[in-house]
Each structure stands twice: as C-alpha cells, then as structure tokens.
C-alpha cells in the first residue's frame, strides 16, 4: 500500500507525522511526507523511515497566497503519483487532499490537530473564517475517516459534521524513549533553584506572560522558554523591563530528536493554556506528554482535558491560567512538598508506560485494517 502524508508545515517539529510514518513503514507499506520546503531544501529526500517530498513557494513565511500556491503545487504532485491513501494533516491542505482522492480514488483520512472553527486566529478574521471553514464543509463528505487528539475535539466535530463516516481519537503522545535525568539536569547550570521549562510556540493565550509576572514572585525559580514565535520580542522586552534576564532563559527552537532530553533539563513542565477560544478551552497539546516522558511533574491550566490527565495519573497541579497569583501559589505549592514533588515526578514515569505512541499506533493499525485500502 502506498500512503502519503501531507502537510503545509515543515516536517522538522511534525512528531504525529513522524510517528504516523513510523508505523506505515513497519507495516511494510510504503510511505511518502509531501511537507513545505524553504528555497534551500532539496526538493526531495529519502529518509530512514520515507520518502520526503518538500513543496517550495516563494510565500512560505505566510500569508493567504501561501495556502493558494501550496495547494495548487501539492495537488498536481498528487495527481503525478496516486497513492492508495492520502493521510491529511489540518485544514490547510484539505483543498488538494480533496481533489486528489475524488480523481484518484483514493482512501482520504483528515488528520484534523485542532478544531478549526474555534481556531484562536480567526477571532478577529471573521472572512477568512468562513472561507475556511466552507471549504472544509465542502471537503467533508469525501472524508473517509477523521482522526483528531481528543475525546472532546471529537465531540465538536461529531456535532458539527453529522454526515462523518467516522471519527478516531490518536492522542498526541510521543515515542517511548530512555532519558538519562542526571545527565540532562547536568546539562543546565542551575545552581539551587528549580527550573520550569515550556517548549513550543510563543503565542496569545498560552499563559506565558502570566508566567513570567509569576516567576518575579516566588524566588529561587527560573524558566527556560524554548521556541519562538510572535511573542518573542514581546516576552523578551517583558523579561529585560523586569529585570528578570538571570532567571529566564530563551532558547530557540531544538529539533525534535532533541526535544525530550532538553526538557528533561527541567523540574516542572508547564502547559497554561486559556480558554480564550473553542478551540483552546479543550486543548490536549502534545507537550503535555512529552513532558510526562522527561520525567517532569506538570503545572497545567484548569480546563477539563488537562484537569483529566493531571487528575488520573497524579502528576502535577492545575492553576487558573489568567491569573499570575494563581500561577504562583501553584508554583510554591509544587516546589515546598519535596516528598509529593518526588510522587509527581514517578507517576510522570510510570503514565509514559500507558501514554506513548507504542500503545496509540494500535488505534491506526486498527484504522488501515477496518478502511481496506
């Protein structure tokens, strides 16, 4: 069988895609990634695991000429070589999925990440939310499976799409892997304080304002904030207008292979996300796990799909995310138990055993066998 996987992001921070291939390729199938190139990429790369295909356009830093080019451009690399399955991932490329599979035949699954009529940015792009969001209700019905990362995600499109075949929920947990924690606790020079880390992108209602403000009050605490993103100048502004450049520290994006182990640099990993949005109120980003494999006890906002996990596995504290004081009660509240912090910290350990990708590709095997192809 021959599946493509499709993506308008670059395929360097794609972990599900990764994983997605993973598994494909240790069914014996044979795998391509069709992801955003920059103009210095090669064109097309075989990998361990796939065949990767980049997509250049002269818009890749954005803008709506982006999504049009990389759909037309994508679409006919479809139609070039047909594949058994086309694996969707987010609405951005659905246009091209859709097209492909109604003249190739194709099985089409829709990877759908989020839920992407309470998309935070479309908030005040109120035309380029209906303009999205018709395209998927027209591409809908050649959807043969929708995938997304969380009961309640799934609830929402179930509810808007009555007509779906059918709905998986693949959470977005990572591959199990060793971590050394004395060596990466080795790696940053810490001295006696406790390191909170939060990795990925640096955007509104993330909580990571509120968390700054909530640093400069408990003492003996740093953050390390990996990633970057549009707030990047605005938090590191923030930073040297507090006086705050000795306790957190920026670092850019790290490569995925890396991700893991450079958490676990870390004591406490946080995830405050604000309900300021659908699709935010029931976030289940994969930091949350990945955390949970570097071994770290986790400072997660209060919405119903963290409380859950926090709530079943015993591995950390839920705090209003909009509010700094909240925010730093729960900080002081992890760090002054040090004999709850170290429960946190093996019930971390031990939820990796149940929430990893090893036991979630099972859903997806189940998937490829039930669609036939």
């Avoid at 955003?36 to 002269?58: A, F, M, N």
């Avoid at 640096?202 to 390390?224: C, D, H, S, T, Y």
């Avoid at 709850?340 to 859903?363: C, D, I, S, T, Y």
Wanted: overall charge positive.
């Amino acid at each position: 069988m021959r599946i493509c996987h499709i993506t308008i992001n670059p395929i360097d921070y794609e972990r599900r895609i990764i994983n997605q291939a993973f598994t494909g390729k240790n069914l014996g199938y044979h795998v391509w990634i069709f992801a955003l190139g920059k103009p210095e990429d090669k064109s097309i790369e075989r990998v361990k695991l796939y065949i990767l295909r980049r997509i250049k356009t002269i818009f890749h830093t954005g803008g709506p000429l982006k999504f049009f080019i990389y759909n037309i451009k994508l679409f006919f690399h479809l139609l070039k070589k047909p594949f058994d399955l086309i694996h969707c991932h987010d609405l951005w490329v659905l246009p091209a999925a859709t097209l492909a599979v109604k003249l190739n035949k194709s099985v089409l699954i829709y990877d759908a990440h989020e839920y992407y009529a309470g998309l935070e940015i479309f908030t005040h792009a109120k035309m380029r939310r209906r303009i999205w969001l018709l395209l998927e209700r027209i591409c809908i019905p050649y959807v043969d499976t929708l995938i997304t990362v969380s009961p309640e995600l799934g609830e929402l499109y179930r509810r808007r799409y009555k007509t779906l075949k059918h709905i998986q929920i693949i959470l977005n947990v990572p591959q199990f892997e060793s971590i050394n924690h004395i060596q990466a606790q080795n790696n940053l020079k810490r001295g006696e304080d406790i390191v909170i880390v939060f990795h990925g992108h640096f955007k509104p209602g993330r909580g990571l304002e509120n968390l700054i403000q909530a640093i400069k009050i408990v003492p003996r605490v740093k953050l390390l904030l990996i990633g970057g993103g549009e707030l990047d100048k605005k938090l590191r502004m923030m930073v040297n207008r507090e006086g705050l450049q000795n306790r957190i520290i920026f670092r850019n994006y790290v490569p995925i292979q890396l991700l893991i182990s450079t958490s676990a640099q870390a004591d406490i990993g946080a995830v405050l996300f604000e309900p300021t949005s659908i699709n935010y109120k029931y976030a289940l980003p994969n930091k949350f796990f990945e955390y949970l494999l570097a071994g770290l006890p986790i400072l997660a906002s209060n919405i119903d799909t963290l409380h859950y996990y926090i709530n079943k596995y015993e591995v950390g504290i839920t705090v209003n995310p909009g509010s700094v004081d909240s925010i730093a009660q729960g900080i002081v509240k992890m760090i002054s138990n040090h004999a709850q912090f170290q429960r946190w910290k093996e019930n971390a350990r031990l939820a990796v055993n149940e929430l990893n990708w090893g036991n979630e590709e099972r859903k997806l095997i189940n998937l490829y066998e039930t669609l036939q192809i």
